[in-house]
């Protein structure tokens, strides 16, 4: 029998041990994750877990190999946090944690791979091509626009939370776009842009929350809407009657596809004619004021405390367990 099927919920938050909140980091998305660190570490404490808060990757190997630690909350966004070495560095350690495992995460970070995955199996996902960023001349990245058909999006192929990400919608603005995309590591993704509303489906468990239909102020939901901006409208459930349990089902197909567990968000377009489209896969997704999943679990009947501590409670089903995917 597996661990998640021997699984039980728990109810003694002392059954947890002491809790490392692992949060900060040195990637991009740092701000992000310290602001959803500091609210999870909140609501593990109003519950009564034995959780402190731990900065990178660095300290919680200190932590580890000191012995002050039982259990990992990862709240570590972007980097190491979801690519799969953290996961790597606890499984090796036998120490239980939230969150995707190593071949989840490891994949969704890269969304060029992820489509791959996708495609493979006849999910849909809009149409892309990739750019090596020592080989994206001016001609090779026109060239693939042409190849799309304009309105395209190019963005960092293992980044997050809207970072680096252009909508392209004449030639002469690509450059530009390309550039800003370089600046962080690894491949480009030039993706066709599909011009629609855009949705959110959060997973908790063996569970599709409620869908997110995502109306900005401005024209686009980019890194401000996301993380500043007061004025998004967020529209929960997105859709209503069949439609919202299409999405809800494609999204949790998407997410297991990806080898994906625990928690985590599906993000999705919706076109003029009703077609749904993956994007990506976030295995650490925001806890802000302006998080996504928390909102969901809201429509759901689900305050932030126990969707954290719900959150925690899936690490239970590596409890004892090495090597879990």
């Excluded at 994949?107 to 990739?130: A, E, F």
Aim: proline share 5%; net charge negative.
């Amino acid at each position: 029998m597996s661990t998640r099927a021997m699984h039980t919920r728990t109810v003694d938050p002392r059954d947890f041990g002491r809790v490392a909140v692992l949060m900060g980091g040195t990637s991009s998305e740092r701000a992000v994750s310290l602001d959803s660190g500091r609210n999870c570490l909140e609501a593990l404490l109003r519950r009564g877990v034995d959780a402190y808060a731990v900065d990178g990757v660095d300290a919680l190997v200190a932590e580890i190999t000191a012995g002050r630690c039982q259990r990992v909350f990862n709240i570590l966004h972007g980097g190491h946090g979801e690519n799969g070495v953290v996961q790597g560095l606890l499984e090796a350690f036998g120490v239980p944690y939230t969150g995707s495992g190593v071949l989840g995460s490891a994949l969704t970070l890269d969304k060029i791979r992820t489509k791959q995955v996708w495609m493979s199996l006849g999910l849909p996902t809009p149409r892309y091509l990739r750019l090596s960023p020592a080989n994206a001349a001016a001609g090779e990245v026109t060239a693939a626009a042409r190849e799309l058909g304009l309105p395209v999006i190019v963005k960092p192929a293992c980044e997050g939370s809207s970072v680096g990400v252009s909508r392209v919608f004449q030639e002469s603005d690509l450059p530009q776009a390309v550039a800003l995309a370089a600046r962080y590591p690894g491949e480009l993704l030039m993706e066709q842009l599909i011009e629609g509303d855009e949705y959110t489906v959060g997973v908790l468990g063996d569970e599709a929350l409620p869908s997110i239909r995502i109306v900005p102020a401005g024209e686009y939901y980019d890194y401000h809407a996301k993380y500043v901006a007061d004025d998004t409208q967020y529209i929960c459930p997105g859709l209503q009657g069949p439609e919202e349990e299409a999405m809800r089902a494609l999204a949790l197909e998407a997410f297991r596809a990806a080898g994906c567990s625990g928690w985590g968000r599906v993000d999705l377009m919706r076109d003029r004619s009703g077609r749904h489209f993956l994007l990506e896969v976030n295995t650490t997704p925001g806890m802000t004021s302006h998080s996504l999943v928390p909102k969901a679990a809201q429509a759901r009947g689900i305050d932030f405390d126990e969707l954290v501590w719900r959150i925690l409670d899936t690490s239970r089903a590596r409890d004892g367990a090495q090597g879990s995917a």
